[in-house]
């Protein structure tokens, strides 16, 4: 009985090792590891200069997903958007050939020149919002400059850290997030939101926008 106990005690704190695990999702070469959504390669999505970048003016234009889902983590990154430039990190996202888009499931961190993007008028919409639900506490750094964050998902517990600091903490279907998705544009959308486990997107918004160092450690 104690060799069996020992056994489950020893196989659980593999498990939990394993878990805890950060491992690279860009290995700073090439896109192994993602695809185009709801297609295959990268499309126009190159490795410039150790960093994942969008060519909006490439052929094969669309959001660059995970290969795999995830669940409970804390994923990090690096991003630098060009002047003007909006772009998004989309979590949650269900791929299914009768959803359009990434941000049709996914839960969106903006990413925004606030300074001379267009989508600058409100708030929730400022690099580092949990977006069109929630404004983010900090600014990010300008365009042309690396903004380092990180998402931090646990059994819905949701926080935002843009260069060190907590911009956005909720929790997914309490009171605070019901308010919040009441005020947006998801309010009618069945499927925002719906799938705890998904994969992680790198929105494509029609700017030069670039990652770099992207790790996750699933909780």
Known sequence: MRKLVLYFVVITTFHLAAKAQTIKLFDGTTTKGWHLYLKSGPGAWKVIDGAIQLDPKA??????????????????????????????????????????????????????DDQKAEDNKKASHLAGSLYDMAPPLHAAKPAGEWNKIVIHKQNGHLIFYLNGKEVINTQIGGADWVKMLNDSKFKTWNGFAAYPK????????????SFKNIEIKQL
């Open 59 to 112: 052929d094969g234009q669309g959001d660059l997903i995970t290969d795999n889902e995830y669940e409970n983590y804390e994923l990090s990154l690096e991003w630098k958007i060009a002047e003007g430039g909006n772009s998004g990190i989309i979590f949650g996202v269900h791929e299914d050939p009768s959803i359009d888009a990434t941000y049709r499931t996914g839960i969106e961190m903006q990413i925004l």
């Open 198 to 209: 998904g994969h992680i997107a790198l929105q494509d918004h029609g700017a030069v926008v």
